[in-house]
């Protein structure tokens, strides 16, 4: 893959649709279109499916393009490349066969839904053993891709305390109910619902797999800082912004800010490129927070360098700011919280001077 090309692609083709990307579920089919027809949209998938099966730095580096681009757009692909790959760790070969070699140009596209498990309490969503296979009952709160994703990878927690994942339909169907699209501040067009589960019952050959009791929060130890690469790609789209507003005015002080601000994105990207392996937790958690607390103040710096016009909807640092939300609180655990918000409080306290 050359990343070269794919770059000045994105910034060609995909960025100038970025505004109405993020509200126009008809502009968001252009860009997931885009994707497809380069073949772009299973990047992970084995190399007996059909490929590429590409390196994690390539990956990691083709995240990073897509939501400096389009934060809509990275925040809708992304739920599909995640299918992906957990289709190709399944033990269940007729699934794989059925779905992955049609998945990287948009043949055939699924999305996930399994947030719920990282929920506390009673399990959202139960799985009953049914013959040989499962009824599902319960709620999932938060599924993406209603419109352009005809099924979706959903999770339910047998009486065992395993969770079993299956696929299953992402339109309305006996058991299964879909909500409307919910309000968002930001990437409204990927089109994210909740669903109502009541009596839907799965067979053997609908399941991806089953994962032992507690594996999501083992899962977010390890992949702590997966979406800090979202983070950064947010963090470039500001710095874009920034950039082109000291080009137009020709100011010393922006030049100055961006430069600085690139210095800082350039240290952070190489830093969480090592692999997940050859860091500790904590040190991943404290890269992960960084991610998000550069990603905000590059979004800042691309609304405070487009003065008043930042504050139109229609304008790319109102987008990229919103967007930053997103990735602040994408698949947020205690832990990222924990350490998000004690950068926030620590990092630049407030100084009045000597009183009088």
């Known amino acids: 893959m050359d990343l070269s090309k794919l770059t000045a692609d994105f910034r060609d083709h995909l960025a100038p649709l970025a505004n109405a990307m993020d509200g126009d579920p008809v502009a968001m089919r252009q860009g997931l279109d885009f994707l497809a027809q380069r073949q772009l949209l299973a990047l992970r998938r084995p190399t007996a499916y059909g490929g590429p099966e590409v390196d994690e ?10 939501a400096r681009a389009s934060g809509a757009l990275a925040f809708l692909q992304t739920q599909h490349q995640s299918a992906v790959g957990m ?18 140009g948009g043949e055939r596209m699924l999305g996930i839904g399994f947030s719920q498990l990282r929920r506390p309490g009673p399990p959202m969503m139960t799985a009953t053993p049914d013959g040989d296979g499962y009824r599902l009952d319960g709620h999932v709160p938060w599924v993406t891709g209603h419109g352009f994703f005809s099924h979706f990878i959903i999770a339910a927690e047998r009486p065992d305390g395993r969770a079993v994942f299956a696929v299953v339909p992402f339109t309305n169907a006996e058991g299964i109910t879909f909500s409307e699209p919910m309000r968002l501040a930001a990437m409204e067009a990927a089109q994210t619902v909740t669903a109502e589960v009541q009596g839907l019952t799965v067979s053997p050959d609908d399941i991806v797999f089953l994962q032992p009791k507690g594996w999501i929060q083992r899962s977010d130890l390890i992949n702590v800082t997966l979406q800090g690469f979202f983070a950064l790609g947010c963090a470039r789209a500001g710095l874009d912004i920034l950039a ?23 240290a952070l990207s190489h830093a969480m490129a090592a692999r997940p392996d050859e860091q500790e937790y904590e040190a991943r958690l404290q890269l992960r927070a960084s991610a998000i607390d550069l990603m905000t103040r590059c979004a800042h710096a691309g609304v ?31 832990d990222i919280m924990a350490a998000s918000l004690a950068r926030l ?12």
């Not at 730095?57 to 897509?66: G, K, L, M, S």
């Open 57 to 66: 730095a390539t990956f990691r580096q083709f995240q990073i393009e897509v």
């Open 87 to 104: 289709l190709a760790r399944s033990p269940n070969e007729t699934l794989k066969q059925q779905w992955l070699p049609r998945m990287a």
């Open 244 to 266: 082109l507003n000291a080009e137009r005015k020709q100011t010393d002080f922006m030049f100055e800010a961006l430069a600085q601000l690139q210095e800082e994105w350039e």
């Open 304 to 334: 405070v360098s487009s003065s008043g016009a930042a504050n139109s909807l229609d304008h790319p640092a109102q987008r990229v700011w919103r967007e930053s939300i997103v990735f602040t609180v994408s698949a947020q655990t205690t």
């Open 345 to 356: 409080a620590s990092g630049r306290r407030l100084s009045l001077g000597p009183s009088v």
